[in-house]
Structure formats: structure tokens, C-alpha cells
């Protein structure tokens, strides 16, 4: 069945450091890709999407490009900043009988450090 | 602005005793989810509505019921917690037509069973 796999945290970085998250997926059919951000005791945001091979989802500096022929979404971020630090989930979303079933990682823990 | 809106944030139950956590939506969408997830996983789809029809996932425990009696609402009831359902619980929508190809969350529920 469909599923999504990225890296496991928790990734602790120092203000201003290089992000990467890895994630990459199997599934049938062309999924589209998402990542969400999850902050503490919060539902999940949206953080950026791609819904067709070599798109670039990119948000609040944030990118994220899908690559099929590799089956990955990593998430990069050139300089994170303490407001950053949450659970990222990387997800996708395959269409059955006519909606969107969505699949989520296991998510990734993030804490910047001052 | 419209948005997914949960009630309670946060439920505290007694065990065996019936719970209802409610969800409604101001975006007219016409797919409502809800999913569990537990501390430190990923969310996991419990069903969803497609319009009026109700889509179970095939491990859902007999346990968990939904009623939605319109397009703004949908119920999550569940009959007899047990310890083991202590989570976080999160409605989310999406549109199977236009652009939109991710889901919408909400705030989510915590609940806890004593």
C-alpha cells in the first residue's frame, strides 16, 4: 500500500543552520506531496505542496521539490530560526474513488537552539 | 476567516463513558476526516465522509462512530473509551473539485481517559 517515510528525529540545529528532512514515499499513481508543521498542542498546518513530478513547493523559506524518479520530497530550509522548532510530517494524497485519501510520516521533530 | 473549528480543545472522559467531539467548517467542503494520533506518531485515518457517504478504514474499531448531518458538521462519538483512545483527535476537510488538492485541519481535541 501507499506510505510515506522520512528521517526520525528529533534534528537539533543552532539558529541559522542548514535544514534538510528527509522523506520519500511509495505509492501508485502520481501522488501529490505535502509537508505540514505541527507546534505544540496545535492541529497541522500546511507548510508548502507539489502536486506533479519536479514541482518546487516553497514556503516562508521553506522549499521542497518532488522528484520521482528518487520517490522524495526532502524539506530544506537555508537558515532556521527558533520560531521553526515543531513536528514536520511529510504526507502525500492518493485519489480513491473520487477523494483524496491522505497518508502522513511519521513526522520529525524539530528544536532550533538560540 | 474560514477555518475548521473543533470542540472541545481538550476533553477529559471517564472510561466507559460515551464522548462526542464535534467538528464544523466554514469552507463548504464537501470531504470531512477525522483522524486519531497518538503522542509522537503519525495521524491515522479513522474514515471520512464523502458528501453523505460515510467511508470507514477497514481497522477502525467498532468503537468509533460518526454522524454528519450536514456539510458544516461531523461528530466524532465514541461509545466506550478505553485508556488505549487517550489522543489527539483532528477533523480535517477537503474539495474534490478546483484547485485545492490538500486537506484542511483543525485545532484538533485532546482527550483523556481516566
Known amino acids: 500500500g501507499d506510505s510515506v517515510t522520512q528521517m526520525e528525529g528529533p534534528v537539533t540545529l543552532s539558529e541559522e543552520a542548514f535544514l534538510t528532512i528527509n522523506c520519500t514515499y511509495t505509492?501508485?499513481?502520481?501522488?501529490?506531496l505535502f509537508w505540514y508543521v505541527q507546534y505544540p498542542g496545535e492541529g497541522l498546518q500546511l507548510l508548502l505542496k507539489a502536486t506533479k513530478a519536479d514541482d518546487k513547493g516553497s514556503n516562508k523559506g521553506f522549499e521542497a521539490t518532488y522528484r520521482k524518479e528518487t520517490t522524495s520530497f526532502h524539506l530544506e530550509k537555508g537558515s532556521v530560526q527558533v520560531s521553526d522548532s515543531a513536528v514536520y510530517f511529510c504526507?502525500?494524497?492518493?485519489?480513491?474513488?473520487?477523494?483524496?485519501?491522505?497518508?502522513f510520516g511519521t513526522g520529525t521533530r524539530l528544536k532550533v537552539l538560540a | 476567516d474560514a477555518m475548521v473549528i473543533q470542540n472541545p480543545r481538550y476533553q477529559v472522559t471517564q472510561f466507559g463513558k460515551p464522548v462526542t467531539l464535534s467538528c464544523s467548517q466554514t469552507l463548504n467542503h464537501n470531504v470531512m476526516y477525522w483522524y486519531q494520533q497518538k503522542s509522537s506518531q503519525a495521524p491515522k485515518l479513522l474514515f471520512h465522509?464523502?458528501?453523505?457517504?460515510?467511508?470507514n478504514e477497514a481497522d477502525t474499531p467498532d468503537n468509533f462512530q460518526s454522524r454528519r448531518p450536514n456539510t458544516s458538521f461531523c461528530f466524532l462519538d465514541i461509545r466506550s473509551p478505553g485508556l488505549g483512545d487517550t489522543a489527539m483527535y483532528l477533523c480535517?476537510?477537503?474539495?474534490?473539485?478546483?484547485?485545492?488538492?490538500?486537506?484542511?485541519f483543525g485545532q484538533g481535541t485532546r482527550l483523556t481517559v481516566v
Open positions: 465522509y464523502y458528501d453523505k457517504d460515510f467511508n
Open positions: 504526507a502525500l494524497s492518493t485519489s480513491r474513488a473520487g477523494t483524496y485519501k491522505y497518508i
Open positions: 505509492a501508485t499513481g502520481y501522488p501529490s
Open positions: 480535517a476537510t477537503s474539495v474534490t473539485t478546483g484547485r485545492y488538492t490538500e486537506a484542511f
